[in-house]
Every structure is written in structure tokens, then in C-alpha cells.
T-cell receptor, first 114, second 112 residues
């Protein structure tokens, strides 16, 4: 299993440009998450999904949109990038069965907005 | 979810035990104590979790105080690969979303 993969690994955007980050998992997990991590800080939740076709806002959702059209994929979109969105973005997934389920994280996407 | 307090940084020597403390004085009866770690330039990874009893797994041990207001993650023999940021997180059992709230964690440096 590849686990959780993220595309791309690095990206540089100009202010106002748009882009989509792709997260894919091959573990048949129901729940998926998008986090951002700024320098010297912990991760903050942007959006999450509890199943195919569903999404919900996290702690810092402004400026981002998400879609979960297929169970294995969770897309994070930036419609008009701003320098404040320069960050490292992590995707995670987890199953729903069992008493406790750890989250599995991808390797991250480093985004710079100039 | 209740908050946790961890030291900003700690140092250890290779092959020595490491005790990483976490205070959580406002923990509720249904809160599990979770530990994740983040190696440099990688996403976080699960380490261990517990509720009341001490827990052991292949990566570490978790010692939980009797009043549950504090806990300690124990790495029995630190290696250079254990250098990472360690996050102590409280999360209620169940809940529809299992959201994790990360603090700034403890940066562990391991000296050869």
C-alpha cells in the first residue's frame, strides 16, 4: 500500500492564482482531513470529510474549498492565492471501524505564494 | 477538548532513555491521551495512546499519572532517528470527526 500520497510536493504561486492540491489514499478510509502548518507551529485543521460526497469546515477554512467526489481522493482548492496561504499542507485519513483509529498523514505539500 | 502543556524543547543522548512530559490538568474522564511525532520534513505519525493504564508498544511507553492530570512518553533507547517534534493531544472517545488539535509540541534533539 502507498498509504496517503499528496500531489504536488512543492509549488510556487503568484498572488491571485489558483491551484488544487490532491490527496489520495489506498486504505479505503472513510475520513479524510486537510491541515496546514506554519513555521514553528502545530497543524491546524482546514476542512475534513467523513465520507464520499461530504465535507465540513475545520478551524481555518477561509480561502479554501474542498471536494470529495471519490472515496479515495480529497481535493483542496485555492481559488485566489494570497501570501498568507504560504504554508505546508498535510492530508490525513483514518478508518471508522474500531474503538480508536489513528490518523495516517501524507508527506506534505510545500506551497509558497509570492 | 482540553489543552495540554509541553516543554518547548528537550535534549537527549543516543541510546539513553528519554522522558517527555505532558501536563493536562483539565482532562475529562472521557479524554484519551494521544502522542504523535513529526520527523523533519515529514507528516506526523502516530506513536501511542492511552486512557488510564500505562501502555507499551514497539515504539514507546506511555505512563499516565493516577489522577490523569499528567503523562509521560518514554522512549527507552533514543536513536538519532527519534529526533522530532512530539505532540501530546487530548481527544474525547468517539465523536464523529476525530479532529486532532495540535499544539506546538516538544522538539527533541538527540546527540550522538
Amino acid at each position: 500500500n502507498a498509504g496517503v500520497t499528496q500531489t504536488p510536493k512543492f509549488r510556487v504561486l503568484k498572488t491571485g492564482q489558483s491551484m488544487t492540491l490532491l490527496c489520495a489514499q489506498d486504505m479505503n478510509h472513510e475520513y479524510m482531513y486537510w491541515y496546514r502548518q506554519d513555521p514553528g507551529m502545530g497543524l491546524r485543521l482546514i476542512h475534513y470529510s467523513v465520507g464520499e460526497g461530504t465535507t465540513a469546515k475545520g478551524e481555518v477554512p477561509d480561502g479554501y474549498n474542498v471536494s470529495r467526489l471519490k472515496k479515495q481522493n480529497f481535493l483542496l482548492g485555492l481559488e485566489s492565492a494570497a501570501p498568507s496561504q504560504t504554508s505546508v499542507y498535510f492530508c490525513a485519513s483514518r478508518p471508522t471501524s474500531g474503538d480508536y483509529n489513528e490518523q495516517f498523514f501524507g508527506p506534505g505539500t510545500r506551497l509558497t505564494v509570492l | 477538548d482540553a489543552k495540554t502543556t509541553q516543554p518547548n524543547s528537550m535534549e537527549s543522548n543516543e541510546e539513553e532513555p528519554v522522558h517527555l512530559p505532558c501536563n493536562h490538568s483539565t482532562i475529562s474522564g472521557t479524554d484519551y491521551i494521544h502522542w504523535y511525532r513529526q520527523l523533519p520534513s515529514q507528516g506526523p505519525e502516530y506513536v501511542i495512546h492511552g486512557l488510564t493504564s500505562n501502555v507499551n508498544n514497539r515504539m514507546a511507553s506511555l505512563a499516565i499519572a493516577e489522577d490523569r492530570k499528567s503523562s509521560t512518553l518514554i522512549l527507552h533507547r533514543a536513536t538519532l532517528r527519534d529526533a522530532a517534534v512530539y505532540y501530546c493531544i487530548l481527544k474525547s472517545r468517539g465523536g464523529a470527526t476525530n479532529k486532532l488539535i495540535f499544539g506546538t509540541g516538544t522538539l527533541l534533539a538527540v546527540q550522538p
